[in-house]
């Protein structure tokens, strides 16, 4: 797998069908689903939870907002990964075109599907800072491994908005 | 021997807590009742929302009553929070959780608040080492607002009264 800047677009190029399976997974990594620890880390309280007033009005007119640009960022994110939907070989590398325009959405939601896995699964600090730990074993692990995995693209993208800025 | 002055003894004024007046005063009401009465309109007051701490609802109650016209009188019938404790500054907090990564949350600093990069990563790092920084205060609407926006991107910040 290569990243490289070119002109106003971030390019991934050989793109292996098992990194390539896992950016396909970023837009329903980021729903909270079922899981109420995600659904709290993606939406959490914006005061001491002695504030029950502000807490109960944040539920009405916040939690609405929020939701609906998270989900306007992964939104942007699927359409951008149909570039994924490889036609030729079934195993053949692929390569991945995002726009920089984009690149806010993709931290987004490369961020809420990090934070959304990471409690659900309840990492431990140790265990995400254990960036040598292989995917193959359990889902458990995999899942680990998808959280570094997004992580290390956030922070390429970090860079290159920063170097654009 | 000249004596010392007495002291004067002063009385302080009297508390008024001004968010539970109407702002209605009865001057007005009497100078907007001629001009009705020479109208032969009727009134009724309704005050919308001066602040979501501070409703004012006016219930009617028929005060005058002439041939043409009915004018009804404010009365404040709820007052849920004091001046004090809206101009109370409030500070936005941003705690630490594993997950966000440095550069990212010191970008985010740079956005929301505008900070230069120095001041944003001195907070990033506090946030960091200590758990919990202290990004801004002031007013409650305006914390409130960086909070919202803090969460836009996931960061987990929070408002609390300063002590």
């Keep these: 797998m290569e990243i490289c800047r070119q002109d106003e677009a971030l390019e991934i190029r050989e793109l292996d069908p098992f990194l390539a399976e896992l950016l396909r997974q970023v837009p329903d990594s980021a729903q909270a689903k079922d899981s109420q620890a995600a659904e709290e880390r993606l939406f959490s309280a914006p005061a001491a939870p002695e504030e029950k007033d502000l807490c109960a009005e944040w539920k009405v007119y916040v939690v609405p907002e929020l939701r609906r640009l998270f989900q306007s960022a992964t939104e942007t994110v699927r359409q951008d990964l149909e570039q994924l939907q490889c036609t030729g070989k079934p195993f053949a590398n692929c390569n991945l075109r995002i726009p920089l325009a984009h690149a806010d959405a993709w931290l987004s939601a490369l961020n809420q599907a990090r934070l959304a896995i990471t409690a659900s699964y309840q990492f431990s600090d140790h265990e995400l800072c254990d960036h040598y730990r292989s995917p193959l074993g359990s889902r458990r692990d995999l899942s680990l491994f998808q959280v570094n995995f997004y992580g290390f693209l956030q922070e390429f993208i970090l860079r290159e908005i920063e170097g654009n800025g | ?163």
């Design chain 2, 1 to 163: 021997m000249a004596r010392a002055p007495s002291p004067i003894k002063t009385r302080a004024p009297p508390r008024i807590n001004r968010m539970a007046q109407p702002r209605t005063t009865a001057k007005n009401t009497r100078a907007a009742t001629e001009r009705l009465k020479e109208q032969g309109c009727v009134l009724a007051f309704s005050m919308s929302r001066l602040h979501r701490k501070q409703q004012a609802t006016f219930a009617v109650t028929p005060l005058i009553d002439f041939p043409h016209a009915t004018l009804e009188m404010p009365t404040v019938e709820q007052e849920e929070a004091t001046r004090q404790e809206i101009e109370m500054p409030w500070n936005v907090i941003v705690h630490n959780d594993p997950v966000n990564l440095m550069s990212y949350v010191t970008m985010v600093f740079q956005r929301v608040f505008g900070y230069p990069r120095e001041r944003a990563e001195k907070h990033m790092l506090e946030v960091h080492h200590n758990g919990r920084s202290i990004l801004w205060s002031g007013v409650r609407e305006r914390a409130e607002l960086y909070v919202q926006q803090l969460h836009g991107y996931l960061l987990l910040a929070t408002i609390e009264k300063t002590v």
